[in-house]
């Protein structure tokens, strides 16, 4: 069974860097994606990036690409999000998620990250 705990959020100024982690303290077999949506307030939830998690190949949207990094570690326990440039516009709550062939798709909590002007 998949477990998703997020942490690294917090409050940054505006041009800084935040690295967000996501660890699957469950099991890892089965899973074949992982990634991060993000939701502001009175918005809907949106993708941020992804990760297949066979070969560790990232995407990334219009917005993220070039200023955030999906990076995972050799376990494949935790997907990493290397936010640079944050801008006002990035603050949201970030949930984590993995994808499960069995168990479908289990979300985070989320962690919350504001990026002051």
């Known amino acids: 069974q998949v477990h998703i705990e997020e942490s690294g959020g917090g409050l940054v100024q505006s041009g800084g860097s935040l690295n967000l982690s996501c660890v699957n303290t469950?099991?890892?077999?089965?899973?074949?994606?992982m990634g991060w949506h993000r939701q502001a307030p009175g918005k809907e939830r949106e993708l941020v990036a992804t990760?297949?998690?066979?070969?560790?190949?990232?995407y990334y949207t219009e917005d993220t690409i070039g200023r955030f990094t999906a990076s995972r570690n050799d376990a494949k326990t935790t997907l990493h999000l290397q936010m640079n440039s944050l801008k006002p516009a990035d603050t949201a709550v970030y949930y984590c998620?993995?994808?499960?062939?069995?168990?479908?798709?289990?979300w985070g909590l989320g962690t919350q990250v504001t990026v002051s002007s």
């Open positions: 990760m297949t998690w066979n070969d560790g190949s990232p």
């Open positions: 469950g099991s890892i077999f089965g899973v074949y994606a």
């Open positions: 998620y993995a994808d499960h062939l069995s168990t479908g798709r289990t």
